[in-house]
């Protein structure tokens, strides 16, 4: 894997890329970006080791921005029957929780690896915060995405009852350190979704913000996804 390390302060293993810069007030967090696709067993080992390094205190919270190669996720209430094209893509079981999800070229995956004993020991705070960084980022570039109840997920609203799901959440905690996260959609291919029931969700689409019109960069949508994360996820002590 290619990996573009963002610290605090730019060393030999890494560069800072332009306009994702941490100041000395977002100390503790590491920000990882992989240019290259990333298998998804790779991103599984990456994700287990830094997260047991982070609950040692052996590592930095840490949030990873990547694309996967074509391929299906199964969450761990996952139903086989919405894997409606199995030999498609490689199907992975992803140990989060949620049912199957899609993930490609084009989408932005966010794998958050926090610490909750610095924020709040509350799982629902934490997937509500995930919704809201979404939803915060989308907004950045004038998109109203929003939550449904019964739906995972955050969804736009394209008039005359039609929704289309823009990004997804699957998250797992262990020792109060997460993992997993969120997926964007920047400009996947939409077909690649019809091998899946996303999310068990088979009355509404999905969507992309290519999709909606929008030209938009991935490097555009990273300065915003961070930029936004940092308006949600504030220390304990901290002024919200």
């Known amino acids: 894997m290619k990996n573009s ?3 605090p302060n730019d060393g030999p293993e890494g560069k800072v890329e332009d306009g994702l810069q941490i100041s000395q007030e977002e100390l503790g967090i ?3 970006i992989t240019e290259n696709h990333v298998t998804y067993p790779d991103a599984l080992k990456f994700m287990e080791d830094r997260v047991g390094k982070i609950f040692k205190k052996e590592s930095p919270q840490t949030v990873w921005l990547l694309e996967h190669p074509p391929l299906y996720t199964a969450g761990t ?3 086989k029957k919405d894997l409606i094209d199995p030999d498609r893509f490689p199907v992975y079981d992803a140990g989060r ?3 199957y999800t899609y993930h490609g070229p084009g989408q932005r995956v966010a794998y958050a690896m926090l610490d909750l004993n610095l924020y709040n020991k509350d799982v629902r ?3 509500y915060n995930l919704e809201e960084w979404i939803i915060r980022t989308l907004a950045k570039f004038n998109v109203k ?3 449904r109840e019964g739906r995972v997920g955050i969804w736009i609203d394209r008039g ?8 997804a959440i699957g998250v797992r905690v262990r020792k109060w350190i997460t993992f997993h996260g969120i997926a964007i959609n920047l400009d996947p291919d939409l077909s690649h979704f019809e091998g899946i029931v996303p999310c068990g969700i088979n009355q509404h689409g999905v969507t992309s913000l290519v999709d909606l019109g929008l030209c938009v960069s991935m490097e ?5 996804m961070k930029e936004a994360f940092y308006e949600v996820f504030k220390p304990k002590g901290l002024p919200a």
């Open 125 to 127: 705070k934490f997937v």
């Open 220 to 224: 555009d949508l990273d300065v915003a």
């Open 160 to 167: 005359n009852g039609r929704e289309d799901k823009i990004a």
């Open 5 to 7: 390390l963002i610290l």
């Open 145 to 147: 995405g929003e939550r």
């Open 30 to 32: 590491e920000w990882r």
């Open 77 to 79: 209430s996952a139903d």
């Open 97 to 99: 929780g949620g049912q």
